[in-house]
């Protein structure tokens, strides 16, 4: 069966990301013949996409859906837009091509986009690797594969939920079939998974649905293993770690790292990093295999917020971790945190902006800042608190982005808003 496995087009909002989790579905599709294409990497996305489909003649075409939107209330960026166009142009260039969606912001709404987009055969819902390839094997069945939506007697039917792959078991990502090249320029754009799921509690957080609530770790010799093919054969000379949190377990972490070590890997790379039990020696181990960018995440900054977020730290660990990476030559920091998030305060705020202006004066331009809203999710906490404050109903879609703000301190994130615009951000 011939598959066309094409990455959903941010519309030039956003700089390319490497479509790991295509490359990743593409390894497990042994027997078919398989072209990947990324738009986002085209000078003529639409005009490419229509000369591939009609020169290869799919019988399937996957779209995978990473993100529905920018997540940026200021300057938002609704991605989901693109994806009726996409169908638009395969459809017109391969009538008979069959359409399958997945990723993260497919299945998240899984159902909802079912329903909106009836040109869409089947939906592939959560980890793809193993459900795709069953269901290209019974394409006229796709009730007897887990984890598939798909149409029956003019309705949206769903076969069941299935059980998540042994990630260590996958094969490797087919990073022969997506020009790895082609990602290069751009920052924290080429991406080696380590891990899935997360035990963290994050209010907001959607991947503990995405991926579960425990960690699947794929073995450290063979993470390194990726990453040297990603240096000697395709000349990557920077790459991020893209698990939520790449040092939990910490242990996993440290295994990864004398890895690379050991191997004398030459390149730098990036990971999120959470501050509970930050230590000199782990960062110097981190510095020593290669990380060049430590990116922390607290989203609040005093205990009240961090508990009303759900975090798994307090200010305390916060600072701790911001001294061993103070006096840190050599390597870059960024912070991101909510403009105003559940607990906020005026006194807290202020100690938070007191924090990134001490930040800035210590480590100059190795220190970045980004201050964002909170997008309410579906599957998450923090839609339930959304819901029981009134700020959505049970009936209202959060397809189209939502935002949470602590009423009480609104105006905190407007003047946040204005001052980021003067800046341009």
């Given at each position: 069966?011939?598959?066309?496995?094409?990455?959903?087009?941010?519309?030039g909002?956003?700089?390319?990301?490497?479509?790991?989790?295509?490359?990743?579905?593409?390894?497990?599709?042994?027997?078919h013949?398989?072209?990947v294409?990324?738009?986002?990497?085209?000078?003529?996305?639409?005009?490419d996409?229509?000369?591939i489909?009609?020169?290869?003649?799919?019988?399937?075409?996957?779209?995978?859906?990473?993100?529905?939107?920018?997540?940026?209330?200021?300057?938002?960026?609704?991605?989901?837009?693109?994806?009726?166009?996409?169908?638009?142009?395969?459809?017109?260039?391969?009538?008979?091509?069959k359409?399958?969606?997945?990723?993260?912001?497919?299945s998240?709404?899984?159902?909802?986009?079912?329903?909106?987009?009836?040109?869409?055969?089947?939906?592939?819902?959560?980890?793809?690797?193993?459900?795709?390839?069953?269901?290209?094997?019974?394409?006229?069945?796709?009730?007897?594969?887990?984890?598939?939506?798909?149409?029956?007697?003019?309705?949206?039917?769903f076969?069941?939920?299935?059980?998540?792959?042994?990630?260590?078991?996958?094969?490797?990502?087919?990073m022969?079939?997506?020009?790895?090249?082609?990602?290069?320029?751009?920052?924290?754009?080429?991406?080696?998974?380590?891990?899935?799921?997360?035990?963290?509690?994050?209010?907001?957080?959607?991947?503990g649905?995405?991926?579960?609530?425990?960690?699947?770790?794929?073995?450290?010799?063979?993470?390194?293993?990726?990453?040297e093919?990603?240096?000697?054969?395709?000349?990557?000379?920077?790459?991020?770690?893209?698990?939520?949190?790449?040092?939990?377990?910490?242990?996993?972490?440290?295994?990864?790292?004398?890895?690379?070590?050991?191997?004398?890997?030459?390149?730098?790379w990036?990971?999120?990093?959470?501050?509970?039990?930050?230590?000199?020696?782990?960062?110097?181990?981190?510095?020593?295999?290669?990380?060049?960018?430590?990116i922390?995440?607290?989203?609040?900054?005093?205990?009240?917020?961090?508990?009303?977020?759900?975090?798994?730290?307090s200010?305390?660990?916060?600072?701790?971790?911001?001294?061993?990476?103070?006096?840190?030559?050599?390597?870059?920091?960024?912070?991101?945190?909510?403009?105003?998030?559940?607990?906020?305060?005026?006194?807290?705020?202020i100690?938070?902006?007191?924090?990134?202006?001490?930040?800035?004066?210590?480590?100059?331009?190795?220190?970045?800042?980004?201050?964002?809203?909170?997008?309410?999710?579906?599957?998450?906490?923090?839609?339930?608190?959304?819901?029981?404050?009134?700020?959505?109903s049970?009936?209202?879609?959060?397809?189209?982005?939502?935002?949470?703000?602590n009423?009480?301190?609104?105006?905190i994130?407007?003047?946040?808003?204005?001052?980021?615009?003067?800046?341009?951000?």
């Amino acid at each position: 069966m011939k598959v066309l496995l094409v990455q959903a087009w941010l519309g030039g909002a956003e700089s390319p990301v490497y479509p790991i989790g295509l490359a990743s579905i593409a390894a497990t599709l042994n027997g078919h013949d398989v072209k990947v294409f990324d738009p986002n990497v085209s000078a003529r996305p639409y005009e490419d996409l229509k000369e591939i489909t009609q020169s290869f003649a799919p019988d399937v075409a996957g779209v995978s859906l990473r993100n529905i939107d920018s997540t940026n209330k200021r300057v938002v960026v609704f991605y989901y837009e693109r994806l009726r166009e996409m169908i638009d142009v395969i459809k017109s260039a391969a009538p008979h091509t069959k359409i399958a969606v997945g990723g993260a912001g497919f299945s998240m709404y899984a159902e909802e986009i079912m329903r909106d987009e009836p040109r869409i055969d089947y939906g592939v819902y959560l980890e793809g690797e193993e459900v795709f390839n069953r269901l290209l094997d019974r394409l006229a069945e796709p009730e007897k594969t887990a984890s598939v939506y798909y149409r029956a007697n003019g309705s949206v039917a769903f076969s069941g939920p299935g059980v998540p792959p042994s990630f260590n078991r996958l094969p490797a990502p087919a990073m022969d079939l997506v020009p790895v090249e082609s990602y290069a320029p751009f920052r924290d754009s080429i991406g080696v998974e380590t891990k899935r799921g997360c035990a963290l509690n994050c209010i907001y957080c959607i991947y503990g649905f995405l991926n579960g609530r425990e960690y699947r770790l794929k073995d450290p010799s063979r993470i390194v293993d990726e990453i040297e093919i990603l240096v000697n054969r395709h000349g990557a000379q920077k790459f991020t770690f893209v698990d939520s949190v790449f040092n939990i377990p910490k242990s996993h972490a440290e295994a990864i790292m004398r890895e690379m070590i050991k191997r004398r890997v030459q390149a730098k790379w990036s990971a999120w990093f959470n501050e509970k039990g930050f230590t000199r020696e782990f960062a110097e181990l981190a510095k020593e295999a290669g990380c060049s960018n430590f990116i922390m995440s607290p989203d609040g900054f005093s205990n009240e917020s961090l508990k009303a977020l759900g975090k798994n730290i307090s200010r305390k660990d916060i600072l701790e971790a911001y001294s061993v990476l103070r006096d840190m030559d050599g390597v870059e920091v960024s912070y991101n945190f909510f403009k105003n998030p559940p607990g906020q305060t005026l006194p807290n705020f202020i100690a938070m902006a007191l924090f990134c202006v001490r930040a800035k004066r210590a480590m100059g331009r190795r220190v970045h800042f980004e201050f964002n809203s909170i997008r309410v999710e579906p599957h998450t906490r923090l839609h339930k608190i959304a819901l029981d404050e009134g700020l959505v109903s049970p009936a209202d879609s959060l397809l189209k982005p939502c935002y949470y703000t602590n009423r009480k301190t609104k105006y905190i994130e407007t003047a946040l808003n204005f001052l980021l615009s003067l800046k341009g951000k």
